[in-house]
Nanobody
Framework: QVQLVESGGGLVQAGGSLRLSCAAS????????LGWFRQAPGTEREFVAA????????YYADSVKGRFTISRENAKNTVYLQMNSLKSEDTADYYC????????????????????WGQGTQVTVSS
């Protein structure tokens, strides 16, 4: 089992940057694939980015491709989401999630595939 704690959210102007972090407990962090999702008020939770256990492969939603970067440091049990060129439509609660095992190309974007979730961190982008 793994516990996830996000940090790094806040208020930023459009065009600015934020880096979210997600620290995980446990000694088997490298055995988990990881993802970031977000949920704006009144909307469903949506996929943002995912990274394989090794960190070799990453996946992004079209809406953030070229602006966001997911990375991980297995030695620190931490996954990051670097968010650049932020837009007002990026405003949401951001959640990290862990999947025990490999990512599959046909399902990495589905929240139901993930086993563990953090409590979320709020990101507000002012225009």
């Amino acid at each position: 089992q793994v516990q996830l704690v996000e940090s790094g959210g806040g208020l930023v102007q459009a065009g600015g940057s934020l880096r979210l972090s997600c620290a995980a407990s446990g000694r088997t962090f490298s055995s988990y694939s990881l993802g970031w999702f977000r949920q704006a008020p009144g909307t469903e939770r949506e996929f943002v980015a995912a990274i394989t256990r090794s960190g070799y492969s990453t996946y992004y939603a079209d809406s953030v491709k070229g602006r966001f970067t997911i990375s991980r440091e297995n030695a620190k049990n931490t996954v990051y989401l670097q968010m650049n060129s932020l837009k007002s439509e990026d405003t949401a609660d951001y959640y990290c999630a862990a999947l025990q095992g490999p990512l599959y190309s046909g399902s990495y974007y589905s929240s139901s595939q993930y086993d563990y979730w953090g409590q979320g961190t709020q990101v507000t982008v002012s225009s």
